[in-house]
């Protein structure tokens, strides 16, 4: 069992930088991919971003590309989201979630892929 703890969300005004942090208990998560997804209000989960077990490939959503980052330290337990020119848009609750055993496969976009979850961290962006 796997549990995961989201941090580092916030109000930050449009154009700004949030990094997310995902920090796992119970088990390492040095074994697992792991993704990103984030849910709107009235929105349903949409994914954001993955990263294989040993953090060498990733993959991100269109609307993301070129402005957020996956990362992740397997020393410290933790998976990260640079989220940099954030916009009003990107205003959700963030996920993050762990999926298989020493894959690299990565563009797994599908929350039922994904066997464990945070409870999330809300990220709102002001105009």
């Known amino acids: 069992q796997v549990q995961l703890v989201e941090s580092g969300g916030g109000l930050v005004q449009a154009g700004g930088s949030l990094r997310l942090s995902c920090k796992a208990s119970g088990r390492t998560l040095s074994s697992y991919a792991m993704g990103w997804f984030r849910q709107a209000p009235g929105k349903e989960r949409e994914f954001v971003a993955d990263?294989?077990?040993?953090?060498?490939?990733?993959y991100y959503s269109d609307s993301v590309k070129g402005r957020f980052t996956i990362s992740r330290d397997n020393a410290k337990n933790t998976v990260y989201l640079q989220m940099n020119s954030l916009k009003p848009e990107d205003t959700a609750v963030y996920y993050c979630a762990a999926r298989g055993r020493r894959t690299d496969i990565v563009g797994i976009t599908t929350s039922g892929e994904y066997a464990y979850w945070g409870q999330g961290t809300q990220v709102t962006v002001s105009s």
């Open positions: 990263i294989s077990w040993r953090g060498g490939k990733t």
